[in-house]
């Protein structure tokens, strides 16, 4: 019973090291321009995606008046944190692990990677739980007036539920591009801006 299983597990350590050592050959050999319009056209693209998700959201909540969209504008600051936070990590560990995959360390780079993705995870939960305790005082000193923050309170909340995975998300975009797959972080990210504007 235990001998597929081993096989199996070695079938997939071999077919991911043939991938990164096609990953490490492409950015190795292939000339730099070309590799710059690669890896630059989704990653420019990703962030015009996350910029749209966010002129989506500001049309369909006005809507709703202007105080909701106050409210949104005083809720964009939290996201933010939270975007930093996930880039912070993310931008941190893209450095170390594209070195280690220049050194063709896989085990270490995928290690780093692991961590980095839990301390995203770690610190949206931290971020989110701290938000949610004082969460009307916070929103006061970002802003918000007593007509906003109602609003502002019942935007934010969900938002702060998501934290942990919102970081999580753009740290696992920068390890992708230091991977050389800034295209499948494009489509991570694009999905949510898509479906975003499929719903509202």
Do not use: W
Request: net charge positive.
């Amino acid at each position: 019973m235990e001998a597929p299983s081993h096989n199996q597990a070695k079938r997939t350590t071999g077919a991911a090291r043939n991938a990164a050592d096609r990953t490490f050959e492409r950015m190795t050999t292939a000339p730099v321009a070309g590799l710059i319009v690669r890896l630059g056209i989704p990653t420019v693209l990703s962030m015009l995606v996350t910029a749209l998700y966010n002129t989506v959201s500001t049309f369909y909540v006005s809507y709703l008046g202007t105080s909701a969209v106050g409210a949104m504008g005083v809720a964009f600051a939290l996201q933010m944190i939270i975007q930093a936070l996930g880039i912070t990590v993310g931008q941190g560990c893209a450095s170390q692990t594209s070195r280690l995959l220049g050194a063709k360390e896989y085990a270490k780079a995928h290690e780093t990677a692991s961590s980095a993705l839990f301390t995203a995870l770690l610190l949206g939960a931290l971020f989110s739980v701290a938000a949610l305790f004082g969460l009307h005082g916070l929103l006061a000193v970002m802003g918000a007036t007593d007509t906003i923050l109602p609003f502002a309170v019942e935007y934010v909340k969900p938002v702060l539920y998501a934290a942990p995975f919102m970081a999580a998300a753009f740290t696992l975009n920068n390890i992708l591009r230091s991977e050389g797959m800034a295209f499948v972080g494009m489509i991570g990210l694009g999905i949510g801006g898509i479906l975003n504007m499929a719903v509202a």
